[in-house]
């Protein structure tokens, strides 16, 4: 690391050099002299697959914004916090690669296709640039401009980074960083994305009238929109099926949608209501909806048009197949969608999991990710 260091100071010299003999010089604040760049020689090696361990503990732990969705990829675990993204070694948190923005800072993130894309804001300007790094080495995919405004949010699938901030979405491909398709509405206010291979379902919120938009995931198609019924509505799985939370009669409901944006089905049951003023969150599979309510994990099956079982949970399910793995009071939990039965448990030793971490995996660890901290079990 440190002769990487040296090498790169002395490049940096003589590009400097360089510039000064050509009549150029580093403006002090401008992105280039406060752009730091590390890359790892090499890819970390990939982990080898497996069942969780018949128990766990915390490996390390490190201060981390949230990310948009996993956290993890091609051997590496990402950290982000402040300005700085750096990939680490899952099984000890050593540093592999970092890069760093002294005159911005992360607004959001996620890792995607091999990448870590991330959307960093200056003060006072929103989030205006997108960046994609080698989630492996950490060397430089792509780089952009956009103006996305403040309060960016990433979500990503396969190919595709849907980047929202407030009247305005923007695809964009993970190869390259060009557009896939762009939209906005003036006036209008998109929520928080669902996003899969199907489509990108959210909730426009107009002066008038509050939608249920379902837009192509690589095009600029627009397949439905619907009228949300009911009010405080929260956009859970688009796909296998397609499903909304929201509150009718005064009732917490889950209502799915066909493919042309008709009601399919309506579950109402007191233990799909939110507590612990967090969002809900859930993944969908074959007609099952599990939803995270905040305390409680909750299998909606849709066909039934019933509440299928419900147990304690201490963050969102990460789905794994025919099953979801969640954080519990005692280490993780794996369970069947359609039934709930418990799989596996993986006590961490006491080593409670944080409030709210979602969970991910890598190899045969398992990272949690809470609003404020990242850990790595195994």
């Known amino acids: 690391m440190d002769r990487r260091r040296v090498a790169t100071g002395l490049g940096l010299l003589a590009v400097l050099a360089g510039l000064v003999a050509a009549g150029l010089v580093l403006i002090p604040g401008s992105d280039a002299a406060t752009t730091q760049l590390v890359t790892a020689p090499e ?26 969705g996993s956290a993890v990829d091609a051997g590496t675990v990402v950290v982000v916090t402040g300005g700085r993204i750096s990939g680490r070694d899952p099984r000890t948190g050593t540093e592999l690669w970092s890069y760093q923005r002294d005159n911005a800072g992360v607004c959001g993130w996620l890792v995607q296709d091999g990448a870590v894309v991330a959307a960093y804001a200056k003060p006072g300007k929103g989030c205006t640039d997108l960046i994609a790094l080698e989630a492996s080495t950490g060397a430089r995919r792509w780089y952009r401009n956009t103006d996305l405004g403040p309060g960016a949010t990433l979500v990503g699938a396969n190919g595709v980074v849907v980047a929202r901030a407030g009247e305005r979405l923007l695809a964009v491909a993970t190869a390259n960083g060009l557009n896939r398709w ?56 688009v796909g296998d099926p397609t499903a909304l939370l929201s509150t009718i009669d005064g009732n917490r409901t889950v209502t799915t949608f066909n493919g042309q944006g008709k009601v399919q089905a309506r579950v109402v049951d007191p233990r799909l209501t939110p507590a612990g003023g967090v969002p809900p969150t859930a993944v969908a599979t074959g007609g099952t909806v599990v939803l995270w309510t905040g305390t409680t994990v909750v299998g909606v099956n849709t066909r039934t048009q019933k509440v299928a079982w419900s147990a304690p949970a201490l963050g969102p399910p990460l789905l794994q197949g025919e099953s979801v793995l969640v954080s519990g009071p005692t280490g993780f939990v794996e369970r069947a969608v359609g039934t709930g039965a418990v799989v596996r448990t993986t006590p961490t030793g006491g080593q409670r999991p944080d409030q709210y971490a979602r969970p991910g995996r890598i190899g045969t660890l398992v990272t949690a990710s809470s609003p404020t901290t990242l850990t790595v079990y195994g």
């Open 43 to 68: 890819a970390a090696p990939a982990l080898p697959t497996g069942q969780l361990p018949a128990s766990v503990t915390a490996k390390w732990s490190a201060p981390s914004l949230p990310p948009g």
């Open 182 to 237: 762009m939209t906005r509405r003036p006036d209008c206010v998109y929520g928080p994305v669902q996003l899969s291979t199907l489509g990108a379902l959210v909730l426009l919120t107009c002066p008038d009238r509050t939608l249920l938009v379902d837009h192509d995931a690589y095009a600029d198609t627009e397949h439905w929109a619907a009228a949300v019924p009911g009010t405080d509505p929260a956009v859970l799985a």
